[in-house]
């Protein structure tokens, strides 16, 4: 018997989960918008969100998927105030944000950025983050055909953009 072992306190729990998880979000919101410090900005603004909230979310099924759903919410949300000023800024290559020295990680990020960003946000969700289809679509809000469907077609999009959408 332990007797050194403590309960832990929600604030410990909410740290613990905290370490486990702020990566991953700031990964998914990066993958989805291609802008490393809008990504970390809004993974932490998700964070406080669950912080503060911490005492029911923390008995949720999948706390990381509530937390991950605030995040996409906060990035369509400056997405939309984004396109409402876009027309105002000049072209410029620089606004796309991240180093062109890796040149892979450039096509990916092109490819993410090619697909409607519902499309994007499954895929980020399942393929990159490991999340089942029944997960991702509780944090998208839909059901989970609907996000293997969203999938799909991504996956088809893609395969057209390289070319290799023959059906042989």
Avoid: C
């Amino acid at each position: 018997m332990r007797e050194a072992t403590i309960a832990a306190t929600p604030a410990t729990e909410f740290e613990e989960f905290f370490q486990a998880e702020y990566d991953r979000v700031v990964r998914a919101v990066f993958l989805a918008s291609g802008q490393r410090d809008l990504a970390e900005e809004i993974a932490q603004e998700a964070m406080v969100r669950a912080y503060e909230r911490w005492d029911r979310i923390r008995t949720m099924e999948s706390p990381i998927g509530y937390v991950m759903k605030i995040a996409f919410n906060r990035q369509r949300s400056w997405l939309r105030a984004a396109s409402r000023v876009l027309h105002l800024l000049p072209p410029s290559s620089e606004m796309a944000g991240g180093s062109t020295s890796d040149e892979t990680s450039q096509q990916v990020m092109e490819l993410l950025d090619s697909i409607p960003v519902t499309q994007r946000q499954a895929l980020i969700l399942v393929e990159w983050l490991g999340l089942t289809s029944e997960e991702a679509g509780k944090v998208l809000g839909i059901e989970a055909t609907s996000v293997r469907g969203r999938i799909h077609r991504a996956r088809h999009s893609f395969r057209h953009l390289l070319g290799d959408d023959d059906d042989a």
